[in-house]
């Protein structure tokens, strides 16, 4: 047997130019071929070609929203360049002649859009050689060898007259290329015991390899303002050239037993070895464990009510493989990155070399992280399979998480790796799926989920109580990091707030007067904010958890309705709970171009029309003039950024779509095809949420980083039209 198939895909982005576009094209073939009866040979391959041109993103002087929403509404940014091609910006508005590289403070945000450059181009294949061999009725053996490879090739470029550092724009190159194989090979034994008692049992090994070369250029100063390639630039730092290699070994072996078609029996065992796992632990064991009873056919129940109904209980570790170098410590010739784009210090300096040590310091006990996991549900249906159900309860405790922790300042090292995490997630899920309608031309299906689910942090480490930023140092900002803290969920944030009641707080010294915060707060409400005899708040000098990104709940709903090859659907789904810091509201509040701003030189009382709540203190009822200096001082992202955590609650209309089925005789006969869809597509279509912000669910550190709930001038998401045709021969 052949399948081939073939895709493309071609998106122009919602930003208008052509700097901001997708394309995904693919070729995929299958084939199978029975050598004799009891083999058959198969295989697959799959070829993909992807790329784009992006628009800059996120807090930097370069990016496309930080300079939009920074200027005031009533400068004009369409006119981004002079008659002899300079660069305006609203902190620069009339550039003469010399002044190319003098710093715009930030970029214009037409010629973030229409100068930079920030391409990709992604080149894929994958695909595996299978085997199936039946030596004998009850003995089955099938052998899969995989190979996964790509190329990615990045480049970013500043151009010529942009603004931060370095000066006169900046090339940055990365070449990415990973390969991975990977070998599985299975044998499965099948048995029986009289009419009743039937089972497997399974053995197998896998054989796993990761290999991937990262190549990383930066080069500084354009010669001339074009071409954005390396070449053309004067200061180049030392290439950084990666590479890592990652083997995995691996033996299970699995055993099942059915009673009756009603009693279902699991066992399997697992057996690790990783070339990332420590000198003293160098093989992990991971059992797992289920059983489940079909209770209706046991209990004889009549099924046009419960047409099925299953009890499960389950119990299962698994593992997950360390970094690559954790065990060593480890010198390198690796540039320094500063803040400022493209801003690098470099360990040689004229043609000297040197070598520096890591800050982080090996661990040669570094084991493999290790999750447990039990989870108990049940399955119904009803109705004669109208209404289907599934409640699942979970109790997950990961335990030896890799954190990195503060080392002695002796040692040299900043931190160390250790197996100090103990992190527990506990929660349920609901499923319900119905039919009400099942006719031959006309249906209706429906769908509800519910998820909930509690985090909590158990331990950092023996002895260790101090929070642990995670998921690492760089991967947050200064006073609005997120954090591993012992009692609170993964990834809480730590930050400074106002002095409030019910904190334990008794003295604060601010502006050399001294403020009785435990006094004021006698029989007063738990968050009460304080107020000095000047009407405004003081600062809570001691740092705390201010925010909490995970969702109280999540759910969704999909609606279909079909009529004849008609079909109309949609799905929503909400997110209730939780919270995102407002970094770009702060951000804006220093500029005066958010909105809120328009109060300024505007009075006020905190407690009844300003920070609305319960308030204590000596400036209770003080009326006070909010400008200026407030959103610059006290009420900006220089200290007190709790004020900026805001509800991420958001219900979304994900998706409508309405499509039709083409089967028609005149298809085959027209087309030579057994079938073809059709169908339209809206995504992302409206939200309902009570965030201030453009999107509270994007997050600066976007896909690759672990924390989230960080809004700083982060493109939300975009809104969609997709048309599809499907064909099928």
């Known amino acids: 047997t052949f399948y081939l198939s073939g895709g493309a895909v071609n998106q122009d982005g919602y930003i208008v130019s052509d700097r901001d576009k997708y394309h995904r094209y693919s070729l995929r073939l299958n084939a ?23 628009v800059p993103r996120g807090n930097s002087t370069n990016g496309l929203l930080l300079g939009a929403l920074r200027t005031p509404p009533e400068y004009n940014n369409v006119d981004y360049l002079t008659p002899e091609g300079l660069h305006k910006a609203y902190r620069f508005p009339n550039p003469q002649p010399g002044s190319q590289l003098s710093n715009r403070g930030f970029d214009n945000p037409f010629y973030a859009l229409y100068e930079s450059t920030n391409t990709q181009d992604v080149g894929r294949v994958f695909g595996n050689a299978n085997a199936a061999w039946q030596p004998l009725d009850w003995l089955r053996v099938n052998y899969t060898l995989g190979v996964d490879y790509y190329g990615d090739d990045r480049l970013e470029g500043r151009p010529y007259q942009s603004s ?150 389950a119990y299962g570790e698994s593992g997950q493989e360390p970094n690559l170098y954790l065990l060593q410590d480890i010198l390198t010739t690796a540039t320094f990155a500063d803040f400022s ?117 158990i331990s950092l480490g023996e002895g260790n109580t101090a929070p642990v930023s995670y998921p690492f140092a760089a991967a947050s900002f200064t006073g609005s990091g997120t954090f591993a803290q012992v009692g609170e969920p993964l990834g809480v944030f730590r930050g400074f707030d106002f002095a409030r009641c019910g904190r334990g ?27 000095a005899a000047d009407g405004f708040p003081i600062v809570d000098p001691n740092e705390r958890v201010i925010g909490d990104p995970n969702p109280d709940w999540t759910g969704g709903m999909n609606a279909e309705i079909r009529v004849r090859g008609v079909r109309l659907g949609a799905f929503v789904e909400t997110r209730q709970g939780g919270q995102t810091l407002n970094m770009t509201k ?105 965030y201030t912000g453009y999107d509270p669910e994007p997050s600066v550190g976007g896909a690759v980083l672990a924390n989230r709930g960080i809004d700083w001038f982060v493109n939300p998401l975009s809104r969609a039209w997709v048309f599809s045709v499907s064909l099928t021969r």
């Open 164 to 313: 931060g550092t370095p000066v006169a724009g900046s090339v940055t190159r990365w070449q990415f290329q990973e390969r991975i194989i990977d070998h599985n090979l299975v044998a499965t034994a099948d048995y029986s015991f009289g009419s009743a008692f039937s089972g497997a049992l399974t053995a197998g090994q896998n054989l796993n390899e990761r290999r991937l070369r990262q190549v990383y250029v930066v080069g500084n100063s354009l010669v001339a303002p074009t071409p954005l390639k390396l070449e053309n630039t004067t200061d180049r730092s030392p290439p950084t050239d990666d590479e890592e290699r990652r083997r995995l070994e691996g033996y299970f072996v699995q055993g099942t037993l059915d009673w009756a078609d009603q009693v279902f029996l699991l066992g399997s065992l697992r057996n690790d070895g990783a070339s990332t796992f420590g000198v003293n632990s160098q093989r992990a064991w991971y059992p797992k464990g289920s059983i489940a009873w079909s209770f209706t056919r046991t209990l004889g129940i009549p099924e046009d009510v419960f047409t099925f109904g299953k009890l499960r209980l």
């Open 341 to 457: 784009p493209g801003a690098e210090l470099t360990p040689i300096l004229g043609g000297v070399a040197a070598l520096y040590t890591n800050t982080i310091r090996g661990n040669a006990n570094i084991k493999p992280e290790r999750i447990g996991e039990l989870e108990t549900g049940i399955d119904l249906s009803l109705f004669q399979g109208k209404t289907d159900l599934s409640v699942t309860y979970y109790n997950s405790d990961a335990r030896d998480v890799i954190l990195n922790l503060p080392a002695a300042p002796s040692t040299g090292y900043i931190s160390q790796p250790q197996n100090a995490g103990h992190i527990r997630n506990e929660g349920w899920e609901v499923t319900l799926n119905l039919r009400p309608v099942q006719r031959d031309n006309f249906g209706v299906d429906l769908g509800f989920n519910w998820s909930r689910n509690r985090n909590e942090v």
């Open 586 to 690: 702060g951000s804006l509040y220093q500029y005066g171009t958010h909105k809120d701003t328009e109060m300024r030189d505007q009075q006020r009382t905190f407690g009844t029309d300003f920070f609305e709540g319960d308030v204590t203190g000596p400036g209770v009822g003080k009326v006070v003039t909010i400008g200026e200096g407030w959103f610059t001082g006290l009420g900006s992202l220089g200290t007190v950024r709790s004020q900026f955590m805001e509800d991420a609650s958001i219900t979304r209309l994900r998706e409508v779509s309405l499509a039709y089925t083409f089967d028609q005789p005149w298809v085959r006969r027209t087309l030579g095809l057994s079938a073809m869809d059709v169908k339209v597509a809206g995504r992302n279509l409206y939200n309902w949420t009570d």
């Open 505 to 531: 707080l008794t003295k604060i010294t601010a502006s050399g007067i001294t403020h009785d915060i435990e006094a004021a707060c006698a029989g007063k409400p738990e968050g009460a904010l304080y107020l």
């Open 32 to 54: 199978t071929h029975q050598i004799r009866d009891d083999l058959t040979l198969g295989g697959n391959v799959s070829y993909v070609q992807s790329g784009g041109s992006y």
